[in-house]
């Protein structure tokens, strides 16, 4: 599974702010770090910022915190925002003909366990398993 | 018994134990299994390599339970740990009842001389897959089959049937 690259930017924008929640982050500063286009993330920014995830914080030495609870928010949520993850997509020519039943028999399968992986993961989950990498040469 | 910070001790299973595991997860799941317990203790709580861990609140009271073993080349896998079933007293949560029970399970499976703890869980049980993923567990290298037992053919001989 590859990601999209918005929901990537969010989830290094979420899980920067969230390992610091006292601390303001640019958006520049995100991007920079992550070398993800500025633009884009100002927009995936305002997308979190709607959904309660991050505040922002306007005038000079302003940016954005971490406004969510870690370990309650899990990857789920952030990734449904910007793509479609185990959600059933439209009828397709075919769907109904029995290769199309078995297929969609499959492609289930292979969605719950996406979904289920992404629901037990929370961000102060993640931000262990990120530590564990930090903690590695 | 050791007392820990919160008040909790842990502490191997007794015969006595096994009417509060019976009605802590009778409490959880809604089911009343009295003998499936009863057998567990006899299968679990008695044997070397085997753990039946229990939880106690300061006043005594039972709040958690833990079984594990280690098994030994199932599915082709080395020696491993499996931690098959884990309660906690709705009431005690957020005490860290269950990681404790979990380290002090995967303690006694180190001393065994295994260095990987298994466990499995249905794949819509978000709260206790949260839970063991929190402890810094993750999808491991097997992954669970099943079918429908009518889907086969009913003429397949059993054992000691010729065909």
């Known amino acids: 599974m590859r990601l999209q690259k918005a929901t990537q930017c969010a989830l290094f924008a979420v899980l920067e702010l969230a390992q610091n929640p006292e601390q303001q982050v640019s958006a520049a500063d995100i991007a920079e770090k992550y070398s993800i286009s500025a633009n884009h993330l100002a927009k995936v920014m305002r997308d979190l910022s709607r959904a309660g995830l991050v505040d922002s914080m306007r005038g000079a030495g302003g940016g954005y915190r971490f406004s969510g609870n870690a370990k309650r928010v899990t990857l789920y949520e952030i990734v449904k925002m910007f793509e479609d993850v185990g959600q059933e997509g439209r009828q397709e020519a075919g769907d109904d003909s029995p290769i199309g039943r078995a297929l969609k028999q499959v492609t289930t399968e292979i969605d719950e366990i996406t979904v289920s992986t992404l629901k037990s993961i929370t961000l102060s989950t993640l931000m262990k398993l990120t530590q564990r990498h930090q903690s590695q040469p | ?163």
């Open chain 2, 1 to 163: 018994m050791p007392k820990l910070d919160n008040g909790l001790a842990i502490r191997n299973s007794e015969s006595s134990d096994v009417p509060s595991v019976v009605k802590l997860d009778a409490r959880i799941t809604g089911i009343n299994k009295a003998d499936y317990w009863a057998d567990m203790f006899e299968r679990y709580g008695k044997r070397e390599n085997r753990y039946f861990l229990v939880a106690e609140d300061p006043e005594g009271k039972v709040v958690g339970f833990i079984i594990g073993e280690v098994r030994a080349w199932e599915f082709g896998s080395p020696p491993s740990g499996w931690v098959f079933a884990l309660g906690v007293d709705p009431d005690a949560r957020l005490m860290r009842v269950g990681t404790i029970l979990f380290e002090s399970i995967c303690a006694c499976l180190r001393k065994s001389g295994v260095d990987t703890v298994r466990t499995m869980l249905a794949r819509d049980d978000e709260l206790n897959m949260a839970f063991f993923r929190s402890l810094g567990m993750m999808g491991g290298p097997f992954i669970q089959l099943e079918m429908g037992l009518s889907a086969l053919s009913s003429d397949a001989p059993t054992a000691g049937e010729k065909t």
